[in-house]
C-alpha cells in the first residue's frame, strides 16, 4: 500500500492543517459503531497489514506532482507533504481477539495531518479484514468439527482479497486453502482436488481418476460430479479397486445436488466396497446457515469447501466501522449526532468472566480487579513492537476468546451479543462534552 | 498478477495435462449462470485487467519451487510450468457492454493446460468487476441526471478493489471519485470535500470554514453536519457572506439524518441568502433504492457521494459465475447437470433492436441480418489487439447499451433481463450432445 491509497479529502485536509501548524497530536478511534445483521461478535483482523502500511507510509514524488496538478494543491503543500511519515503510536486489539459495537479494534495516535492521512487505509483493511474472519469464524462454529477449507479465490474483491481471505480463514481454525499464493506467502496447507475440465478433457471419468491417481498419489480426491454423482462414486470405486489403492488413500469430492442426501449414499456405496476411511468433500455455495443444517442432519461429511459466500461475507458484505477523532491536542472530542455517537478519548477495553459485560474505559483509568485489557500498544513512534503479530498467535488468541463467548453470542441467528458497558469515567466526560454542545 | 493467482486444483490438473500431452486447444467460456437477485443486466468490466494479467503470465522461479514442495509436483512438472506462457486467443465482451445470464463475458482458446490455469484469475477478476459496474449502473439510473462520485474507497474489499471500483464507476457515467490513487491512474476527476476531523480540530465550525475557504478557493465544498446539519449550513452561509464568494463559488454536504429534508430546507436557507447556485452534495450510506427515492421526491440534491454500498455491492456481492469447458481438441462439450447446465462450443451473441431478444449462436454460425455481434475478438496468440481498450470507449459502448435497454430491464425491482435465444444449431448440438449422456 502506497500513501496515494487515501481519499483526496484527508489530502487536501492535511495540507490544510499542515500549513496552519495545526500538527498536535490526534487520537483516532476506528470502530464498529453496530455489528452486522446476525453477528454476535467481530473478529478483529487486518493489524498486520495496516502496520507495514504505516512503516511505509509515504508519497513518491510523481505521486505529489500529480496531487498538485490534481488536487489544488501548492507547491508548498507539495514540499511538507514529501517530507512526511508515520511516528505516531498504534493501540490495538490483536489479530484473533473478539471485539464488539463501539469498541475499538485500533487507536492511532500521531499529529493531526499524519492520523487524517492514514484513515483511509486503516478504515478500508480492518472493515474487509474483520468482516470475512468473522464470517469465517461463523463457518468454523457451524461446522461442528469438520475440516474446513478457503475455497474463496475465484470470487473474492480481486486478488489481493483473496490473499487476506485465506489468512483470515486460519486464523479461525480453516486447515487450508485453494489458494496457490496464500499457500506460500503463509505456510498454509494446499488442499485441492481437480477440475471438471480434466475430467471432460478425458471424456471418460474412470480414466481421469485412473490417470489423477497415477499422477498424484499422496492426495487422490476425485471429483465425482461432472456427470451423475452416484455413478460418479461408484466409478472412483471401481478405480480405487482396480489400482489397489488402501482404505483412507482417497477420497470423493462433490459440489451440486441435494449434498446431505448425496453423502448420504456416497458414505454407504464407499463403505459397502470397504472404503470406510475414505473421505467426504463437499463444496458450492456454501454458508454458515447451509453448515449447520448438514452438521445438525449429523451429514456423513468430513470436508468441506467453502468459498463464494465466505470470501465476500455475502450476507453481509460490510462493517459498519468509522475512523473518529476523539482526542486532539489534549481535548478530548465527543460527537452526539444521532446515529453517528462517539465517545471522546483514547480507550481501553477490559474484558472478565464468560457471560459478564466487557468494560469500554478510558485508557488511562486504572484498571479494574479480574479484568484483562482487550487493546495492548503495538507500534511506537512509528515501529511496530515486536511480538503478537504470528499468525499462529493469532490463532491461539481467537482459541481462547471462542471458548470465552457465551453461547448466546455464538449462534447464527439472532445472537446476543456481549454486552459493552461503559465505565463511570468515560460516562462522566462523555456527558460532560454533550452538554457543552 | 501473478500465476500463482489460481487455485492449486489447476496447477496440478494442468501439470497432469502437460504430463499426458493433452496440449490441444481448449475453450472456455465465462458467463453469468444467473443475474444476481433485482438485476436486469450485467455490465461488461474487468477485461482491461484481465489482457494484463494474461499478456504477463508466468511462474517465477520461487513459486515453482515452493510448488514443488507444498504441491506434490516433480521437478518434470515444474520444468514444464516454468516455460509456460499465455499464447491464446480471447473473445470478449468489450468492457461497458450490457450482457445477460448465459452470454458470455469472455471465452479463452488456448492449449488445455494454460487455459486451466488462468481461470481463477480470470473469474475473480471478470466477476468482481461486473458486479460493482453493475450496481453503479443501477445507481446511475437511479440518480436521474444528478452528478454522482465514488466514495467507496474505506470499504471495499482491499485497496486494489477501491481503485477498480473508481474505474468501473467512471465507465457507468460517475463524474469522479474521492480516490487519490485512481485519480491519478486513470485519469478521473478528483472530487472532494474536508473531513469530519478538520472541522473538529478548528473546535469552531466557522473558523475551519473559513480557513478551508482560503486554503482550497478552486473548489468550496463545506461538510456542515459535523454537529448539527442546518446549524452548519448557517454557519456556510455567514462565512461565504462574510468572505464575499460569489454565489456558485462553495458548495455544502451533509451524510446524516433526514437526506430529504435536511436537502430541502437548506435549499431554502442557501436561495434565501441568494446562493441560488450552491450545490448540495448528500453521501452516507446511499445506494439505488435511496437515490431512487430522492430523485422521485424531487429533492434538491445536485450531487451524491456513493460509497460503502457500491463498493461492495451490498445487495448483492457475488455474481455466480462459471469458467466452464465448451470444447476440447475440436470436440464440443456440453454439461448437462441440474442448475450447471453448460452450452457446448464457442459463441457470439447477436443483438437487435431494443426490446428483441438477444441471440445466443455459435460462433462460427452465420451472422444472421440485422444484427451485431456482441463479442469480438481482443486477444490474438497471447498479444491483446490494438483498440477497443480505452476508458472512455467503454463509457461510449455503456451510454450506447443503455440507450438500446428496454425500460422493463432497467428497473431496479424486479426487472425483467432481455430475453436470450439459443440458436436452432447451438440448440442441436447441445441437444445431441445431451442424448449421448
Redesign the interface.
Given at each position: 500500500?502506497?500513501a496515494?491509497?487515501?481519499?483526496?479529502?484527508?489530502?487536501?485536509?492535511a495540507?490544510?492543517?499542515l500549513?496552519?501548524g495545526?500538527t498536535e497530536p490526534?487520537t483516532?478511534s476506528l470502530f464498529a459503531r453496530r455489528l452486522p445483521p446476525q453477528r454476535g461478535f467481530l473478529v478483529s483482523a487486518g493489524l498486520v497489514d495496516c502496520l507495514g502500511f504505516l512503516e511505509g507510509f509515504r508519497f513518491e514524488e510523481g505521486?505529489l506532482t500529480?496531487?498538485r496538478e490534481?488536487?489544488?494543491l501548492a507547491q508548498s503543500d507539495v514540499d511538507a507533504l514529501a517530507g512526511l511519515r508515520f511516528d505516531g503510536d498504534v493501540w490495538a486489539a490483536p489479530e484473533g481477539c473478539l471485539v464488539f459495537a463501539d469498541e475499538p479494534l485500533l487507536e492511532v495516535t500521531a499529529p493531526?495531518p499524519q492520523?487524517?492521512l492514514v484513515?483511509?487505509?486503516l478504515?478500508?483493511?480492518v472493515?474487509?479484514q474483520a468482516t470475512?474472519a468473522t464470517k469465517a469464524a461463523r463457518c468454523r462454529i457451524a461446522a461442528g468439527g469438520a475440516e474446513l477449507v478457503d475455497?474463496a479465490?475465484?470470487?473474492?474483491?480481486?486478488?489481493?482479497?483473496?490473499t487476506?481471505v485465506a489468512r483470515v480463514c486460519a486464523m479461525v481454525g480453516f486447515a487450508g486453502t485453494?489458494?496457490?499464493?496464500a499457500?506460500?506467502r503463509f505456510g498454509l496447507a494446499?488442499?485441492?482436488?481437480?477440475?471438471?475440465?480434466?475430467v471432460?478433457?478425458?471424456?471418460d471419468e474412470q480414466a481421469a481418476f485412473r490417470?489423477?491417481a497415477h499422477?498424484?498419489p499422496?492426495?487422490v480426491m476425485f471429483l465425482v460430479?461432472?456427470?451423475d454423482t452416484l455413478a460418479g462414486v461408484r466409478a472412483a470405486v471401481e478405480v480405487a479397486m482396480a489400482l489397489g489403492l488402501p482404505d483412507g488413500g482417497f477420497g470423493v469430492r462433490f459440489a451440486?445436488?441435494d449434498l446431505l442426501l448425496l453423502a448420504q449414499e456416497t458414505r454407504k456405496l464407499l463403505d459397502e466396497a470397504g472404503f470406510v476411511q475414505a473421505r467426504i468433500m463437499v463444496s458450492g455455495g456454501l454458508d454458515e446457515y447451509e453448515l449447520a443444517r448438514l452438521t445438525a442432519a449429523q451429514a456423513p461429511i468430513d470436508s468441506y469447501g467453502v468459498g463464494?459466500?465466505l470470501?465476500?461475507?455475502?450476507d453481509a458484505?460490510?462493517t459498519?466501522?468509522a475512523?473518529?477523532?476523539v482526542e486532539?491536542?489534549g481535548?478530548p472530542?465527543a460527537?452526539?449526532?444521532?446515529?453517528?455517537e462517539t465517545l471522546p478519548g483514547a480507550k481501553q477495553v477490559y474484558r472478565r468472566a464468560s457471560g459478564d459485560p466487557d468494560v469500554l474505559a478510558l485508557r488511562d483509568e486504572p484498571s479494574p480487579k479480574g479484568c484483562r485489557p482487550v487493546l495492548s500498544q503495538v507500534m511506537r513512534a512509528g515501529r511496530r513492537l515486536r511480538g503478537k503479530h504470528r499468525l499462529d498467535e493469532a490463532r491461539d488468541r481467537f482459541e481462547r476468546d471462542l471458548l470465552w463467548l457465551p453461547r448466546s453470542a455464538r449462534r447464527l441467528r439472532n445472537p446476543e451479543p456481549v454486552r459493552v458497558r461503559v465505565s463511570e469515567p468515560l460516562r462522566e466526560l462523555s456527558e460532560r462534552l454533550g452538554a457543552g454542545?
Open positions: 500500500m502506497t496515494t491509497q487515501t481519499d483526496l479529502y484527508a489530502v487536501r485536509t495540507a490544510g492543517c500549513r496552519r495545526m490526534a483516532f505521486e500529480g496531487l490534481s488536487g489544488g493531526l492520523a487524517q484513515g483511509t487505509a478504515l478500508n483493511t472493515s474487509f470475512v475455497f479465490a475465484r470470487r473474492t474483491h480481486g486478488f489481493d482479497a483473496a487476506a485453494s489458494q496457490v499464493g499457500v506460500q494446499p488442499l485441492s482436488t481437480m477440475t471438471h475440465s480434466y471432460q478433457a478425458f471424456g490417470a489423477y499422477d498424484f499422496d492426495s460430479d461432472t456427470n451440486a445436488g463464494v459466500k470470501g465476500v461475507s455475502a458484505p460490510p459498519e466501522t475512523y473518529e477523532l486532539y491536542a481535548r472530542i460527537q452526539h449526532v444521532p446515529g453517528k454542545h
